[in-house]
T-cell receptor
């Protein structure tokens, strides 16, 4: 398809397990973003890539969260030693290149709903 | 502290009426403001972008205003339809770099027959 694809759609893990969430952005999109969305809240920024470079990871809540985009296309968000507070929807978005004078809309996937038991 | 506020209470309106949603912000001077629609279990979908030097932007039945003095954006849906029922999110580029969006909490709109 032409949109942003995320997998899995649902993930249930026991506290302490590691999880990996995948994002396939729109082909040709330079920028890729990860957000965390709690129930009833707006998405909160986690991290941003331009091609393979991670330019901003200021939103990652702890060093248990790690994101990569090694070839500038597919991205993986990894959460180590999961905690119950990590339960949320994790959204990925991609966009064409943005700049200070050229703000681009972001195209979102439908997210991965993560539940930590 | 930096804050983006949207009416947390759901907005219920009758079909055919105009829905008006509010986004207020403090301590920012954003160059852009974006509006997104989100349906349950789905990711946000981009609707409109408005720049700080634009007072108003329209797209079909949608209209957005941006008042940088009041630090407020209004989002209007005219001739509303039940299919417009969703949560509407405003988002600001607070860094000015075009790369990082800060979202409000969203307002749930329900259009009734």
């Amino acid at each position: 398809g032409a949109g942003v694809s995320q997998s899995p759609r649902y993930k249930v893990a026991k506290r302490g397990q590691d999880v990996a969430l995948r994002c396939d952005p729109i082909s040709g999109h330079v920028s890729l973003f990860w957000y965390q969305q709690a129930l009833g809240q707006g998405p909160e920024f986690l991290t941003y890539f331009q091609n393979e470079a991670q330019l901003d990871k200021s939103g990652l809540p702890s060093d248990r969260f790690f994101a990569e985009r090694p070839e500038g296309s597919v991205s993986t968000l990894k959460i180590q030693r999961t905690q119950q507070e990590d339960s949320a929807v994790y959204l990925c978005a991609s966009s064409a290149r943005s700049s200070p004078g050229r703000n681009q809309p972001q195209h979102f996937g439908d997210g991965t709903r993560l539940s930590i038991l | 502290s930096q804050k983006i506020e949207q009416n947390s209470e759901a907005l219920n309106i009758q079909e055919g009426k105009t829905a008006t949603l509010t986004c207020n912000y403090t301590n920012y001077s954003p160059a852009y403001l974006q509006w997104y629609r989100q349906d349950p279990g789905r990711g946000p979908v981009f609707l409109l972008l408005i720049r700080e030097n634009e007072k108003e932007k329209r797209k079909e039945r949608l209209k957005v205003t941006f008042d940088t003095t009041l630090k407020q954006s209004l989002f209007h849906i005219t001739a509303s339809q039940p299919a417009d029922s969703a949560t509407y999110l405003c988002a600001l580029d607070i860094t000015g770099g075009g790369n990082k969006l800060t979202f409000g909490t969203g307002t749930q709109l329900k259009v009734e027959l």
